[in-house]
């Protein structure tokens, strides 16, 4: 059994399928961070200095009554919210991480698509009697003035 799951783990598509998660995950947190750090504070400030993470419906007040001034806030009071500001960065992320893996895919596909065009037919062949390259419609060489069939 030990030597079956060892074939299984070193096989290439599972080394391939590993190192494809790992970067996946790597990815997202630069997604996280694109969204949270970059995208997210211009809409805030077109939408009035707006925090997309502050942005939250307090279903139970905590140990401190409501209002609270941030997400942070009604956690610390232990009040149970809908992190609707929260779900909509995640959304955000989702759409960037979409994207990319469609245009990842898009490309792959033209490459493989490019790879699986037949080659072009040739222009040239060699006279049978003489064995000099002539033109492929020739009906009779040029250099020897056999005719070709």
Same mark, same amino acid.
């Given at each position: 059994?030990?030597?079956?799951?060892?074939?299984? /783990?070193?096989?290439?598509?599972?080394?391939?399928? /590993?190192?494809?998660?790992?970067?996946?995950?790597?990815?997202?947190?630069?997604?996280?961070?694109?969204?949270?750090?970059?995208?997210?504070?211009?809409?805030?400030?077109?939408?009035?200095?707006?925090?997309?993470?502050?942005?939250?419906?307090?279903?139970?007040?905590?140990?401190?009554?409501?209002?609270?001034?941030?997400?942070?806030? /009604?956690?610390?009071?232990?009040? /149970?919210?809908?992190?609707?500001?929260?779900?909509?960065?995640?959304?955000?992320?989702?759409?960037?991480?979409?994207?990319?893996?469609?245009?990842?895919?898009?490309?792959?596909?033209?490459?493989?698509?490019?790879?699986?065009?037949?080659?072009?037919?040739?222009?040239?062949?060699?006279?049978?009697?003489?064995?000099?390259?002539?033109?492929?419609?020739?009906?009779?060489?040029?250099?020897?003035?056999?005719?070709?069939?």
């Amino acid at each position: 059994m030990f030597k079956e799951f060892k074939e299984f /783990a070193v096989k290439g598509n599972v080394i391939d399928m /590993a190192v494809g998660i790992i970067i996946g995950a790597a990815f997202g947190t630069i997604v996280t961070s694109l969204v949270n750090d970059i995208i997210m504070p211009p809409i805030g400030v077109l939408l009035g200095n707006m925090d997309f993470t502050n942005l939250f419906l307090v279903v139970r007040e905590g140990k401190v009554p409501a209002p609270y001034a941030s997400l942070t806030d /009604a956690k610390a009071a232990g009040a /149970a919210t809908i992190n609707f500001g929260l779900f909509i960065n995640t959304i955000i992320s989702f759409v960037i991480v979409s994207f990319s893996v469609f245009l990842l895919v898009k490309n792959i596909n033209r490459l493989k698509r490019q790879a699986e065009e037949p080659p072009a037919l040739p222009l040239t062949k060699e006279c049978p009697f003489c064995l000099s390259v002539i033109p492929i419609k020739a009906v009779r060489c040029p250099h020897c003035t056999s005719e070709i069939k």
